[in-house]
């Protein structure tokens, strides 16, 4: 539980005040202006996660009343106003619709939470059925105030009718011709002075006394029974209404209504308030861990954004520097964060990583108490006191002037010796301190790191900038020498200082120069390595353009060769249906057919390969086996690959060792009145469509028998292929080769001539 005292030095309740004014109802207002950091990490994690459904959900509370005051009448005793009641029921009714609107947004926090949200049904049903818009009770609420109010109408009628017909006698004792109501009963005026023509009962007069407002004795009975009806039904309105108050009233389910509608109210507050302040939600870190990248005070007109990191080797932040620097700022930013990540919404940086601090504890201020007889010191002190107590690694810690307030040296080593305790104890936190020996002390012990707000001598300007590992100087005799101050003065005042006080600003001046070389110079490395990434970015997207330009020229080149294989089936098909029209042409034809298929054969040589001579050992590719050359005929060589002689493309033989195979295609290999077809590698649908081209030239050509090589692999090829040639008309026989020219890898087809 962290104290109210506490959260009001960090301006956590200006955060919850902004938050209330984001809500959209008076209950959720209520909730957020006294909302808190939650007690467990699960609790404020779960909340964070709602908070960033809702900005993508963006639901909103418009319609809903604040049912607490209607609750409270209603404990009291006290009757409902009808409207109140309409009201009361609109509300239960809105935000059952937003219920189901979150639930059907799928399952998430929100959808947790909305699930508490009743339906109320029978109370809204009751008041639909009693009450009208505004709020009177509808004739049919109750059978027995319907017939009351049947009544009612024509009696008013019957009253209206027997005055008109007093007025019609009495014409001259009337003062105007109307009727009115005076003590809830039917009048009419008549003159004073001739009240007794007319006889009744005077209710009221005008305020001159020349008018009387009479009731006649004629309508004193229907007025009677009118007023007896009124009574009937009030007490019929009334019973209603009592009716529809016990059922608000009794109803079991409001309260956790209520709750939920107001949390629902604070999370849309959260996720408008993240949006307006530019927050981020931070990641859950382990304990002792708080990491803040471009962190701000989010109350602050254009803060300047710091990075801060407290872990195990940086336990304590030692920040020393001039007064209005930004220290104090410091300690409240990073107080502030954690709160409000404690508290389930998001933070003011750029990136965050917090961990969980079962306490946060901050001595910040002057809390001098004249009534308490307390000066500052003590205050302080009576703080550091609860400090020391509650500290530990999930304590952080956040302490404005160590040391402030009393003697110098005594207040020194007093702040020396709380730093080592708390670093004893393992607590984090940020410390501000003017005091010289303290920043000589972060040297000398672990986890304690020096730290400062920036300064421009130049200008008399604070930057605040932190920078962390250099101690900062507190510039008072440099900022009077700049003031002009007397230099006698400020002489005298280092002497007073001491040899060692002035070495220590010595050095601590040359380590700042130091520090803004190194931050120039990394200001310009960055700046080339900006240029670097923009001359690689260039060069990329040239690479890419080279790259979309080499495929779109594939793709020209896939296309004309398409184009060309396209042509070359179209000649084929010509001279096909040439040949089939003219026999003496056929033979011409298919020779063209060869001549055209050799052309736009891929990657066909048009002459054979040079020294290629009988006797030499090659690859053939298409089998995958060496052989010997037996016989080279031009285009075609005759080789030796074991007991088998096979013809081969020349193109396609290598010397033994070069090249790699080709990609398998059927290839037609003819020489004389020998014909071969190797199909082997090809697909059975493939195989037959060659086989059947195959035949049909091998016909037209008169060559038989013919020799078609499918290997023997699975059997699958060669079984298909003996069962199509087993069907074709114009096979006459075929078997497979004999064992030395390819054994059952090779079928021998006899043709009909």
């Known amino acids: 539980m962290i104290e109210a005292e506490t959260l009001a030095k960090l301006d956590f309740p200006l955060v919850t005040a902004a938050l209330a004014e984001r809500a959209s109802t008076r209950i959720g207002a209520d909730l957020a202006a006294g909302w808190a950091p939650f007690a467990k990490p699960a609790e404020a994690a779960a909340f964070r996660r709602a908070v960033a459904e809702a900005a993508s959900l963006s639901y909103r509370l418009g319609g809903v009343y604040d049912l ?63 009450l009208d818009e505004a709020g009177e009770v509808k004739d049919g609420a109750t059978s027995k105030l319907k017939r009351i109010r049947q009544r009612l109408n024509p009696l ?54 020349a008018t009387v407002f009479m009731e006649p004795a004629a309508v004193v009975p229907l007025n009677n029974e009118l007023a007896q009806l009124r009574l009937e ?61 471009g962190a701000r005070h989010p109350l602050l007109a254009d803060p300047v954004a710091n ?124 410390i501000t301190t003017h005091l010289t020996p303290l920043k000589a002390l972060a040297g000398k012990v672990s986890g304690l790191e020096n730290a400062s707000m920036g300064f421009e001598l130049a200008s008399l300007r604070p930057t605040y900038r932190l920078h962390v590992g ?27 200082l001491g040899s060692g006080g002035v070495r220590v600003e010595e050095l601590l001046e040359r380590l700042e120069k130091q520090r803004a070389e190194l931050e120039e110079n ?24 080279i790259e979309a330009e080499r495929q779109a020229a594939l793709e020209a080149a896939r296309a004309e060769a398409d184009r060309l294989l396209a042509e070359a089936h179209r000649q084929i098909s010509e001279l096909r249906v040439a040949a089939r029209q003219s026999a003496e042409k056929k033979r011409d034809a298919l020779r063209e057919i060869m001549e055209i298929r050799q052309q736009r054969k891929p990657g066909a040589a048009r002459n054979p390969l040079p020294g290629l001579e009988p006797g030499m050992l ?31 493309p020349t193109a396609e033989l290598r010397p033994r060792g070069a090249g790699a195979p080709r990609p398998k295609q059927a290839v037609v290999v003819e020489s004389g009145f020998e014909t071969e077809l190797n199909v082997r590698g090809l697909t059975v649908a493939e195989a037959l469509e060659a086989v059947n081209d195959f035949l049909n030239e091998a016909v037209a050509t008169g060559n038989t028998p013919v020799r078609i090589l499918h290997g023997k692999g699975t059997g699958t090829l060669r079984r298909e292929i003996q ?13 497979d080769a004999m064992p030395y020219e390819g054994g059952h890898g090779v079928t021998v087809v006899y043709l009909r001539q």
Do not use: C
């Not at 009201?87 to 947790?112: F, H, Q, S």
């Not at 250099?470 to 007073?496: H, M, N, Q, T």
């Not at 990394?522 to 353009?545: D, K, V």
């Open 68 to 130: 607490r005051p209607l609750l409270e009448k209603l404990e009291r005793g006290e009757r409902p106003e009808g409207l109140e009641l309409v009201e009361a029921a609109a509300t239960l009714e809105r935000v059952a619709e937003l219920k189901r609107e979150i639930l059907a947004a799928g399952e998430g926090e929100l959808a947790r939470v909305a699930a508490a949200i009743g339906e109320h049904a029978l109370f809204r049903r009751r008041v639909a059925e009693s």
């Open 156 to 209: 008013r009628q019957r009253i209206v009718r027997r005055l008109e017909a007093v007025m019609d006698a009495h014409p001259e004792a009337m003062q105007e011709r109307y009727v009115t109501l005076r003590r809830d009963r039917y009048v009419i005026p008549v003159k004073a002075q001739m009240q007794t023509q007319v006889g009744g009962i005077v209710l009221a007069q005008s305020d001159s006394g």
């Open 233 to 293: 039904e009030e007490a019929e309105v009334l019973k209603v209404l009592s009716e529809l108050a016990g059922l608000l009233a009794g109803d079991i389910e409001l309260e956790a209504t209520l709750a939920a509608v107001a949390r629902l109210d604070v999370i849309r507050a959260a996720a408008v308030l993240a949006e307006d302040w530019k927050l981020t939600p931070a990641r859950e870190g382990p304990a002792g861990e708080y990491h803040l990248v």
């Open 307 to 430: 990075d801060l990191h407290l872990n195990q080797t940086t336990r304590l932040l030692l920040v020393t520097g001039p007064n209005m620097g930004g220290k104090t700022v410091l300690l409240k930013t990073l107080g502030l964060a954690v709160l409000m990540h404690q508290a389930g919404l998001f933070v003011a940086a750029e990136a965050a990583e917090l961990g969980w601090s079962e306490a946060v504890e901050a001595d910040i201020g002057d809390e001098q108490s004249l009534a308490a007889n307390l000066s500052t010191f003590a205050a302080h002190l009576r703080k550091l006191r609860r400090i020391l107590a509650l500290a530990g690694p999930e304590t952080l810690i956040l302490i404005d002037e160590l040391g402030s307030g009393t003697d110098p040296e005594e207040g020194a080593a007093l702040a020396q010796a709380v730093i080592l305790r708390l670093l004893e104890k393992g607590t984090r936190g940020v």
């Open 470 to 496: 250099v101690p900062g100087r507190s510039y008072a005799l440099a900022v009077a020498r700049r003031l002009g101050l007397e230099e006698e003065v400020i002489k005298a005042a280092e002497e007073a």
């Open 522 to 545: 990394l200001r310009q490395a960055n700046r080339a390595r900006a240029e670097a990434e923009r001359l690689q970015s260039s060069l990329q997207e040239r690479l890419a353009t």
């Open 618 to 648: 090659v690859e053939v590719p298409s089998y995958h086996q060496k052989g010997t050359v037996v016989r080279v005929d031009g285009e075609e060589t005759l080789v030796q690959i074991g007991q088998i002689k096979v013809r081969v």
């Open 723 to 735: 069962a199509f040639l087993r069907r074709d008309k114009r096979v006459e026989r075929f078997h």
